[in-house]
């Protein structure tokens, strides 16, 4: 398995939850990039996962909140969008964007491969100016985007979904630290990640295990996301799924307290550059 096709099974939770009445978003473009893969991994996934349910409120409420915090920065005259691993994200197709906002995608050449095949068959337009960037988020990728047209100088939102726990801490300090160095004064980021309580506690090691035996391991995690995000030069705002800001009317589980330090959590962040 490789995270193109984990990209393919988040698409089919977009298109999942396109189809509910009360759905968050209108994805139209979900299934198509889906393809049959992530559509059957899905169905899988729905059929035998006890916790089938929880993960697509999760992916839902992830996928509003940036798209919020995107429609937040627009609003507020930023011009530049940037995704780090874009996977099979189909927001410049979806989300009402100004023509004059430049979006750039970031990640490896064969996942783009597929990706622009699919939106060529589909005849789909950008609402914005799309751009797309083959590069090796654990090296070197900033000139590569700056070669692109990315302005440094000028303000910027970035957003990293779900990619974070599939690296190694060393890899999470140096991909934030990295868009830190290029994004200006206030530009936004947004991201999600796990505590590092998720690895030690026995409720998450079969999920975890699954994880590892499909070839994805997650690797990392922290219990003290303001800090990490501070020494890598943002200031963040920590966000549980449920909570008020991240819930939408979706969320049914307990939210639990940060200060109960050794229970597994999922954190979604929005940080402003220092």
Same mark, same amino acid.
């Given at each position: ?11 089919a ?17 979900a299934?198509?990039v ?9 169905s899988?996934?729905?059929? &035998?996962?006890p ?5 697509? $409120? &999760?992916?839902?409420?992830r996928?509003?909140?940036?798209d919020?915090?995107?429609? +937040?920065?627009?609003?507020n005259?930023v ?8 996977g ?10 100004p ?13 783009f491969?597929?990706?622009? #095949?699919i939106?060529? +068959? #589909?005849?789909?337009r950008?609402?914005?100016? +799309?751009s ?6 654990t090296?070197? %990728? ?9 302005d ?5 939102? %970035? ?7 599939y ?6 300090r140096?991909?934030l630290?990295?868009?830190?160095a ?10 999600d990640l796990?505590?590092?309580? &998720? ?9 975890l295990? $699954?994880m $590892?035996?499909?070839?994805?391991p997650w690797?990392w995690?922290?219990?003290?996301p #303001?800090?990490?995000?501070? #020494? ?13 800001a991240?819930n &939408? ?8 307290? +940060? ?9 979604l ?5 220092e």
């Open positions: 398995m490789s995270l193109a096709f984990t990209a393919k099974w988040a698409a939770q977009r298109a999942r939850e396109s189809e509910r009445p009360d759905r968050l978003f209108h994805d139209p473009l299934k198509a889906a393809g049959q893969e992530g559509m059957a991994m899905l899988l996934s729905e059929q &035998y996962n916790n089938a349910e929880p993960i697509a $409120a &999760y992916m839902a409420v996928t509003k909140l940036f919020d915090l995107i429609a +937040r920065a627009v609003a005259g011009r530049q969008v940037v995704l780090p691993a874009a099979m994200d189909s927001r410049p197709y979806r989300l009402e964007l023509m004059d906002l430049h979006w750039y995608e970031l990640d490896q050449a064969e996942l491969a597929a990706k622009e #095949e939106l060529t +068959r #589909e005849s789909a950008a609402r914005c100016t +799309r797309v960037v083959s590069v090796d988020l090296g070197d %990728w900033t000139p590569s985007l700056i070669g692109a047209g990315f440094p100088v000028q303000p910027s939102i %970035w957003i990293v979904e779900g990619l974070l726990f690296l190694t801490e060393k890899d999470v140096r991909l630290s990295s868009i830190a290029c994004a200006a004064r206030d530009s936004v980021l947004g991201a796990v505590s590092a309580s &998720y690895f030690t506690s026995p409720s998450t090691k079969p999920a295990e $699954a $590892a035996a499909n070839g994805l690797r995690g922290t219990d003290d #303001e800090s990490f995000f501070a #020494e890598c030069g943002w200031r963040a705002n920590v966000l549980q799924p449920g909570d008020p991240a &939408y009317g979706r969320w049914n589980q307990p939210v639990p307290p +940060r200060e109960n330090r050794g229970v597994p959590r999922s954190f962040i929005t940080a402003i550059r």
